[in-house]
């Protein structure tokens, strides 16, 4: 069964523009959430995670995510998107003691 | 900080050829992974240990074989390289569960002829 879906593949944005990537998951606990981000040619980058508590989280490079129990959902989200966010972003859901990714968002930037 | 090596960066190999892929974390993390990654599948994993001397199967590891060498090395050896192991290679570790993150190699691009 798909544990973490990706609806999008491909999301463009221009620079300065608010941006919003999204994650459902399907797990039956409270699960523990990742963002990842890759840029290209390079490993992933946690930006943040979510263990319990509040639900909106905040990570490094004024990225936050918010937990929706009743939407099965955690989306990444920025204000005002820089030229140097442009890269993979991938969603990823703790099973087993092990981190399950989604298919992954690549986000492109146009100035 | 080093972090997570991953050893080489790139390979081509021919089919039926064989290699085995490094990696050593020097984070003192318990556990440790090997992903795959293709385009449009995101990040599959193949073998993971979750301590020292042990190993556990993942989603797609037929075609491979892992060694947890030490606390710090853990490699994914390719015995018959086949076109379809074509792909990139994320070897990451964490500190005790996967719940606490990986932190991820800058990975490995093999081409399989």
């Known amino acids: 069964a798909q544990s973490v879906t990706q609806p999008d593949i491909h999301i463009t944005v221009s620079e300065g523009a608010s941006l919003e990537l999204r994650c459902n998951y399907s797990?039956?606990?409270?699960?523990?959430l990742f963002w990842y981000v890759q840029s290209p040619g390079q490993g992933l980058q946690l930006l943040l995670k979510?263990?319990?508590?509040?639900?909106l989280v905040q990570g490094i490079k004024g990225f936050e995510a918010e937990f929706k129990r009743s939407q099965s959902s955690f989306n990444l989200r920025k204000p005002s998107v820089h030229w140097s966010d442009a890269a993979e972003y991938f969603c990823?859901?703790?099973?087993?003691?092990?981190?399950?990714f989604g298919a992954g968002t690549i986000l492109r930037v146009k100035s | 900080n080093a972090g997570v090596t991953q050893t080489p960066k790139f390979q081509v190999l021919k089919t039926g050829q064989s290699m085995t892929l490094q990696c050593a974390q020097d984070?003192?993390?318990?556990?440790m992974y090997w992903y795959r990654q293709d385009p449009g599948m995101g990040l599959r994993l193949i073998y993971y240990?979750?301590?020292?001397?042990?190993?556990d199967k993942g989603e797609v590891p037929n075609g491979y074989n892992v060694s947890r060498l030490n606390k710090r090395e853990f490699s994914l050896r390719l015995e018959s390289a086949a076109p379809s192991q074509t792909s990139v290679y994320f070897c990451?570790?964490?500190?005790?569960?996967?719940?606490?993150?990986?932190?991820f190699g800058s990975g490995t691009r093999l081409t399989v002829v």
């Open positions: 797990y039956g606990a409270t699960p523990y």
């Open positions: 990823a859901v703790e099973r087993g003691n092990k981190l399950v």
């Open positions: 990451a570790s964490s500190e005790m569960r996967a719940r606490s993150g990986y932190t």
């Open positions: 240990s979750a301590s020292e001397g042990t190993t």
């Open positions: 984070m003192n993390h318990n556990s």
């Open positions: 979510y263990f319990s508590g509040d639900t």
